[in-house]
């Protein structure tokens, strides 16, 4: 079961405390929660193993507990929980590089239609669905804007494809006219503030279908 489906999801504090404090004050709970965990199983091993001393030995071992060993017996098997988390995570993504396979118009369609259109298929013909592509790129631009969705092109037809950087996101937008009147690989970006002309364009825009899929929930419009 996923986190956010619990009654104590981060959906409930967001509602409750915002989208600023909501999301920070949940993983604090968290955190909170899983100290008190941790800190039962170590007081409850440490409590077993000085019974065990005691019945083995016949002596008693006088060494701090209570509260504080609780405490701190949480804190430090969270610590190495999360080491070890982290240690797995790094090598398991040592080799993970986000790469473009799918055109963006591609990635528009997905978004529309629920899934990734055929070489052959028709898009872009139903009622509405001008309106609902472009609010799609404008979709697509926020979350780019904010890092969560890696965009490439190209400045110049015999340039490489490079990663669009996230600050020309500020001042530029997907051509939305061009989004669905081109063939997908001649979608380009245009200035949004102005629309003057020697603006730095990118074209045959595309994206990663891995991460689009991944949050297709916030370029729906």
Request: aromatic share 12%; hydrophobic share 50%; proline share 5%.
């Amino acid at each position: 079961m996923a986190l956010e489906n619990f009654p104590l999801g981060p959906e409930m504090f967001d509602q409750a405390f915002g989208k600023t404090w909501g999301p920070r004050l949940w993983r604090a709970t968290f955190v909170a929660v899983l100290v008190v965990i941790f800190g039962g199983v170590v007081y409850g091993a440490w409590t077993v193993a000085k019974r065990l001393y005691a019945d083995l030995s016949g002596l008693s071992l006088h060494l701090p507990g209570g509260p504080l060993l609780w405490v701190s017996g949480g804190i430090l098997a969270l610590v190495g929980l999360a080491f070890f988390i982290g240690l797995m995570l790094t090598r398991g993504n040592k080799n993970r590089v986000i790469r473009r396979d799918m055109w963006l118009q591609d990635a528009v369609c997905f978004v529309m239609y629920g899934h990734w259109p055929a070489e052959t298929e028709q898009v872009f013909n139903q009622e509405g669905d001008v309106d609902r592509a472009i609010a799609v790129g404008v979709k697509m631009r926020e979350l780019a804007g904010e890092g969560g969705l890696f965009i490439w092109g190209k400045s110049h037809e015999n340039r490489l494809f490079e990663l669009v950087p996230i600050a020309f996101w500020m001042e530029n937008q997907i051509d939305g006219l061009r989004l669905i009147g081109n063939k997908p690989e001649n979608v380009p970006t245009e200035n949004a503030v102005n629309f003057r002309q020697g603006a730095e364009v990118y074209k045959e825009l595309m994206v990663n279908k891995a991460q689009v899929e991944a949050v297709v929930d916030q370029l729906k419009p």
